[in-house]
């Protein structure tokens, strides 16, 4: 569909019937990337990268098939939503997510993140999102909000083998930021949330099929309660 690296990148209200990545591009600090519709038969549908990215201009999209999922990596600009009945959100390849210091990233009920072994956030932590600043993860009982691995299929489609396993992406990464984890879970990850230093909160979350801990780390300010871990 459209790809590469050019310093601007402006994709919207566009159709796509694509048998490979529709939209894989990177190279641009605020990509936007609005109202576009992949009709998806394999690959991605969504692939984008940017330095400074601006949530509010990734909106709208829409895919079905194989792979209709918006893959994203790099770095906030400012802070954001991913909002409700969003595309599932894939932090994969080699870049995470990460949310400086000052920003926060809101994830909407409902948001479901899959990502895989491969997403890094310093070169020797493997992680989904790395948290400098402010992760606000905050679901319902009936709506709560999924991090799992790229290959579970039971939830955001079929993205991977459907045999996901624990180990299968990093976790949550918390330097020094603040994360409020509330009816969430943590599947088949290598770590559930790591922190050094910062403030976490788990509640009424489950966290399940993870090869290392479920918790842990050195953060000063720690609430963990009426979580499932299994």
């Known amino acids: 569909g459209v790809s590469g690296d050019a310093p601007t990148w402006s994709v919207s209200d566009d159709t796509f019937t694509s048998a490979g990545n529709a939209v894989s591009i990177a190279g641009s600090n605020d990509p936007t990337v609005q109202g ?123 993205t991977g083998t459907g045999s996901p396993a624990a180990g299968d992406w990093g976790g949550i990464d918390v330097q020094g930021g603040s994360v409020d984890l509330e009816h969430a879970s943590i599947a088949y990850s290598a770590m559930g949330i790591s922190a050094s230093g910062g403030e976490v909160t788990v509640l009424n979350s489950t966290l399940m099929d993870i090869s290392g801990s479920g918790v842990s780390g050195d953060a000063p300010t720690w609430s963990v309660s009426d979580d499932t871990f299994t």
């Not at 770095?75 to 939503?81: A, D, I, M, N, R």
């Not at 595309?87 to 926060?104: E, K, Q, R, S």
């Not at 491969?118 to 992760?135: F, H, K, N, R, S």
């Open 36 to 158: 576009d519709n992949v009709v998806q038969g394999g690959g991605l549908a969504y692939n984008v990268e940017g330095s400074a990215l601006d949530l509010s201009r990734l909106t709208g999209d829409s895919a079905t098939g194989s792979g209709a999922d918006f893959a994203l990596g790099g770095t906030l600009g400012v802070s954001g939503v991913w909002p409700a009945g969003s595309l599932p959100l894939l932090p994969i390849d080699t870049n995470a997510v990460d949310v400086p210091a000052g920003l926060t990233l809101t994830l909407a009920p409902g948001t479901i993140v899959k990502s895989e072994y491969e997403a890094v956030c310093q070169p020797d932590v493997v992680c989904a999102i790395e948290v400098e600043g402010t992760l606000d993860a905050v679901g319902t009982a009936s709506n709560p909000i999924t991090f799992t691995s790229i290959n579970d299929n039971s939830v955001g489609g079929n």
